[in-house]
């Protein structure tokens, strides 16, 4: 049965091996089993219920908490020649028709519905004549109250298990940690289930922290280090996201915004601008996300402080679903950490208890000074086997020389001092870069002796120091507010008992050139490929990844395919689509060998294939960690 599931997944949808976990939960689904399965986004959870839908000729029925997000998975699935359909509030009564009678007769192989769709009583009574083999709840840590995103009506999906005795279930969701994996088991009565945990590091994503000193001058000189990549930006308040939209389309930034206060069409022209590429930058809050399936998007900046790990993870999970570098970026402060705390005292009992613990875990992973990846690897429940990840701020540097910072560490630290200890990072820097702002003048401090004594050093780089001091126990950031309070230590360092080395801040243009690997292959290609993908996803009236996601293009532009058999083999060509799309795409990149002289199925003379082997060894993505990090089998919970 798995040889057949493999050529189905060559055949339809256009990949030469499973991923991780993939095959194992496909073998179990197929016998049967109940499973839940628990993978990161962009791991590839949709196939491993897909593949086991088109083995048979019964119905799957598939729950999904967002109409967008059903819309996405069957369009693609349709894409690759795959009988779905879905049944949502947002449909015609003709659609809704034709879907039932796609159903009914046995045409359609998958059926996506909201929560509230399924448990309708009508709907049941529809299904209840149907052969239903599967039974898929997608997001399923939306049953959790110990969860983020909680759905109330997801609670009451039992009852339908109830009613489809017959039918398997999965249960899939990327955000659950151990408390989370327990109440799905619990609350859908999962009580025999297989469990399929991937590994939750997704390699390819660069992790980064910076202190948020200037939050619009921090975001846009990271906009202008990644020019023309897609890419999402949090805030915390709509005003906010509004703020940053305004000024940043007045800085000449192609860029929409996206939050729950805005009307729906505008929402959606919105959502629909960024995944079609017309808008490169997406300014959002959290609402913005979920469903969202383009794979391309290059980085996700955090400009306020997440409200716990998980939606952390899922919302910086959305970089980089094509496995390829992504840049992760999170402004701290700690006036954000207070404005949560202050939100969470008013809650009570157990939401306050849950509140508490997630904001601590995500404080802790800001704080740290060693891997972040370990930190919240161990969020998850896993138990990393690396000292350094290699792929977050503080490994990416690890062998920077020391300097010796004994001088400037004394000016900051008697700024320290002579301002009272009463004050943030960022006020001590205004203070030893004389600075005349009016806080500054208030408190008279531009008359102590370390005002502008440190005027030559960058802000950037008393950060950095700053940040080492507070590592070392130098000083002590106090939680209130971030005031800053010497240790026996720092008087030590005043004392010229104890010198401090230390390193320079990275080399923002040495880490950004850890470039998208998309840009190693041939450009002007790579171009004319888009702009071909344009013109079709215009005319099908579908997102542009749904012809084909860049790294099909990239590797097009690469490996310059000018027959069907080499089309075969580049990634995401399958059959229904090598049928719809393979002679356009082959005219387009025989017709660019021709006039440039490029050998087919080669290289080019003068375009070299730099770092691209990374870019088919993903094929294998780095981001699931399958080894010593999956555990399977019987459920003990
Ligand atoms: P998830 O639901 O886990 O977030 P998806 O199911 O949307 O992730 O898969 C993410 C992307 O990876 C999709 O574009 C999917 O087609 C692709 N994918 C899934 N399985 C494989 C595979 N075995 N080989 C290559 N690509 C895959
Ligand atoms: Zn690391």
């Known amino acids: 049965m798995i040889v057949k599931a493999q050529e189905i997944l060559k055949r339809v949808f256009g990949y030469k091996a499973f991923r991780p976990l993939q095959k194992e939960v496909i073998g179990s689904v197929l016998t049967g089993r109940d499973t839940l399965v628990v993978m990161p986004t962009g791991a590839g959870k949709s196939i491993c219920y897909q593949i086991p839908a088109l083995m048979s000729d019964r119905l799957t029925i598939v729950v999904s908490p967002l109409i967008s997000l059903m819309k996405d998975q069957v369009e ?10 879905c049944l949502n509030s947002s449909l015609s009564r003709s659609a809704i028709r034709s879907a039932r009678a796609q159903v009914r007769n046995g045409e359609a192989k998958l059926l996506y519905m909201a929560p509230e769709t399924l448990l309708m009583p009508a709907t049941l009574e529809f299904l209840s004549l149907l052969p239903v083999l599967y039974l898929i709840i997608d997001e399923a840590h939306c049953i959790s109250e110990w969860g983020h995103e909680f759905r109330p009506e997801y609670r009451h999906l039992v009852t339908v298990r109830e009613r489809f005795p017959g039918a398997a279930c999965m249960a ?27 590994g939750f590091d997704r390699r390819n994503l660069f992790l980064q922290i910076e202190p948020k000193t200037e939050p619009y001058f921090q975001i846009k000189e990271f906009l202008d280090r990644h020019p023309d990549q897609p890419g999402i930006v949090y805030c915390y308040s709509r005003k906010q996201v509004d703020d940053l939209t305004a000024d940043l389309a007045a800085d000449g930034y192609s860029v929409r915004p996206y939050h729950a206060g805005l009307e729906d069409v505008t929402r959606k022209v919105n959502q629909e601008a960024f995944i079609r590429d017309e808008a490169r930058i997406m300014v959002a809050t959290i609402a913005f996300g979920m469903g969202i399936n383009k794979s391309n998007v290059r980085f996700v900046i955090h400009r306020d402080l997440p409200k716990n790990i998980e939606s952390y993870y899922q919302q910086i999970g959305r970089a980089g679903r094509d496995g390829l570098h992504a840049d992760c970026l999170l402004l701290f402060s700690y006036s954000d950490l207070q404005k949560n705390l202050y939100f969470i005292r008013k809650m009570s009992g157990i939401e306050r208890q849950s509140a508490e613990l997630h904001l601590s875990a995500m404080v802790r992973f800001a704080e740290t000074g060693a891997c972040r990846r370990r930190p919240l690897l161990s969020y998850f429940g896993e138990k990393p086997d690396f000292r350094q990840c290699g792929m977050c701020d503080n490994c990416a540097m690890p062998d920077r020389p020391l300097d010796d910072i004994t001088v400037q560490t ?18 001590i820097i205004d203070v030893l870069r004389g600075s005349k702002s009016h806080k500054v003048l208030r408190f008279h401090h531009d008359r102590i002796s370390t005002y502008g004594v440190g005027s030559a050093i960058s802000r950037r780089t008393w950060q950095h120091y700053a940040a080492q001091l507070i590592a070392r126990g130098i000083l002590v950031q106090q939680t209130d507010y971030g005031s800053l309070v010497l240790t026996h230590r720092a008087w030590r360092v005043l004392r010229g008992e104890e010198p401090v080395m230390g390193t320079q801040p990275p080399d923002i243009t040495q880490v950004s050139a850890i470039e998208s690997e998309i840009l190693n292959c041939d450009p002007v290609l790579f171009d004319m490929l888009k702009c071909k993908r344009r013109e079709l996803a215009e005319e099908a ?15 097009m532009a690469c490996f310059y ?68 990090n999956r555990r399977w089998g019987e459920t003990e919970i």
């Open 410 to 427: 004394q000016m900051f630290l008697s700024c320290v001092r002579r301002t009272g200890e009463k004050f943030g990072v960022n006020y």
């Open 76 to 85: 693609q699935l349709n894409a690759l020649g795959v009988p779905a359909v």
């Open 541 to 555: 009236e579908v997102p542009a990844y749904v012809i084909f996601p860049d790294r099909t293009l990239a590797q």
């Open 561 to 628: 395919p000018c027959t069907e058999e080499t089309l075969q083999y580049i990634y995401g060509v399958g059959e229904v689509k090598m049928e719809n799309y393979g002679s356009v795409f082959l005219s387009v990149i025989r017709q660019y060998c021709r006039e440039n002289g490029v050998l087919p199925d080669q290289l080019p003379k003068n375009h070299r294939r730099r770092g691209f082997t990374t870019v088919s060894k993903t094929d294998q993505p780095q981001t699931v960690n399958a080894s010593g």
């Open 172 to 198: 899939l969701t990327a955000t659950a940690t151990p408390r989370v994996q327990k109440d799905i088991l619990n609350c859908l009565r999962l009580t025999h289930a297989d469990l399929y945990i991937a």
